[in-house]
T-cell receptor, first 113, second 119 residues
Framework: DTEVTQTPKHLVMGMTNKKSLKCEQH?????MYWYKQKAKKPPELMFV???????INESVPSRFSPECPNSSLLNLHLHALQPEDSALYLC????????????FGPGTRLTVT | DQQVKQNSPSLSVQEGRISILNCDYT??????FLWYKKYPAEGPTFLIS?????DKNEDGRFTVFLNKSAKHLSLHIVPSQPGDSAVYFC??????????????????FGQGTILTVHP
């Protein structure tokens, strides 16, 4: 199983809502990542979890709150987002932290109204 | 400051011919380079990679060339097929042992090149 799954595929939320994005992998990978991708732009790293601990936060606003409940699961909690936060949110994993090859999920298309 | 650049937003190629996608970088600390392919509504999928200690890596129809002195890499697809039509991203890994000690092999992506292969 070399798949990273993400739910939901699409999400529309208002600026006062609270929602969560979910990412799951069963490859035994010990590093998981959140990326944000705007239209016609490259993916930009947001967070890195290494062995279930947050190791990198790329100066992401606190309205984005990551969580790694176990080695297979990664969540991104969203609260009080702005319309400019609308983007494709990609989850990825790698076997160990620092390993260059990352496996990406299909992404969640988020629209903030 | 874009450390990884793909200067061609798009490339159009006839089926059976060679596709050459280019990528330039500025950070000499990058130690590993990758190419990812992305179809609409899907996440990027890994294609091929190369370590900075090599200058060529081949996998079937795909070959990646690295010119460290020019800080340039390219992806060659021969022969090109219509199913290769996608967005191609090059990515570079920072040295996980760099002075900051916190890069953890962060990937920096180029802007992508849309490849269209015509039948």
């Amino acid at each position: 199983d070399t798949e990273v799954t993400q739910t939901p595929k699409h999400l529309v939320m208002g600026m006062t809502n609270k929602k969560s994005l979910k990412c799951e992998q069963h490859m035994g990978h010990r590093a998981m990542y959140w990326y944000k991708q705007k239209a016609k732009k490259p993916p930009e790293l947001m967070f890195v979890y290494s062995y279930e601990k947050l190791s990198i936060n790329e100066s992401v606003p606190s309205r984005f709150s990551p969580e790694c409940p176990n080695s297979s699961l990664l969540n991104l909690h969203l609260h009080a987002l702005q319309p400019e936060d609308s983007a494709l949110y990609l989850c990825a994993s790698s076997q160990i932290p620092g390993q260059p090859r990352q496996y990406f999920g299909p992404g969640t298309r988020l629209t903030v109204t | 400051d874009q450390q990884v650049k793909q200067n061609s937003p798009s490339l159009s190629v006839q089926e059976g011919r060679i596709s050459i996608l280019n990528c330039d970088y500025t950070n000499s600390m990058f130690d590993y380079f990758l190419w990812y392919k992305k179809y609409p509504a899907e996440g990027p999928t890994f294609l091929i990679s190369i370590s900075s200690i090599k200058d060529k890596n081949e996998d079937g129809r795909f070959t990646v060339f690295l010119n460290k002195s020019a800080k340039h890499l390219s992806l060659h697809i021969v022969p090109s097929q219509p199913g290769d039509s996608a967005v191609y991203f090059c990515a570079a890994r920072g040295d996980p042992l760099d002075a900051g000690g916190t890069s953890y092999g962060k990937l920096t992506f180029g802007q992508g090149t849309i490849l269209t292969v015509h039948p």
